[in-house]
């Protein structure tokens, strides 16, 4: 039963950094990062900028775990949590920006930055494409573009929330069970 739940947690997380998105990145993305080739079998290839940005940010939240310890379990959760917090009031406020006439692009681009920031420094690669669209769309000055971009933008968010929360439950699950077994064992 419980190296089932291992084996389930385990999948689950995998699939948090497997999973495939079609993206648009902007200018700044390519000039930020370099492609990468990779041999398979008898022939080389080179990976498109979007799967080096996808090892990348995945490899955020991997850090994020990696900084948990026995004093800290539970640190990415609480550092997502916080993010969490954070971004749906920043979603509300870009909504709120975007809806103001005469809208101003510099601070709604401001705000579209920090959470492209937050988002980046916790693994939400999704999330921080979408942002990159976004910003995209404002210095086209697209209102009816950027406004269609923030649904997705939102969706994303509810996505990577949807995603990521059953992920926790399952570790906070084998976390209880673990310490009670120690608790048993010192006895």
Known sequence: ME?????????MRQSLF???????????????FHFILIRQSEWSIEKSLFLKLQEILGDYYKT?????????PNFAEEVVTMYF???????????????KSPLNFDVL????????????SIGAKQVWA??????????????????TVLEQLKKDHDNFRGRIEPYFQMLRQV???????QLKQEK
């Not at 976390?175 to 077994?181: D, I, K, R, V």
């Open 3 to 11: 190296s089932d739940l291992h084996q389930q947690i385990a999948n």
């Open 18 to 32: 497997d999973e495939v998105f079609s993206l648009t990145f902007s200018i700044e993305l390519i000039c930020s």
């Open 64 to 72: 994020l775990e990696m900084l948990s310890d026995k004093y800290h």
């Open 85 to 99: 917090t954070d971004s749906t009031e920043r979603l509300v406020t870009i909504e709120q920006a975007l809806d």
């Open 109 to 120: 681009d401001r705000y579209l930055y920090k959470l492209k920031g937050s988002s980046a």
């Open 130 to 147: 979408t942002i990159n669209e976004m910003r995209d769309r404002l210095k086209e000055r697209d209102i009816e573009g950027s406004k």
């Open 175 to 181: 976390g209880s069970s673990e310490t009670s077994q």
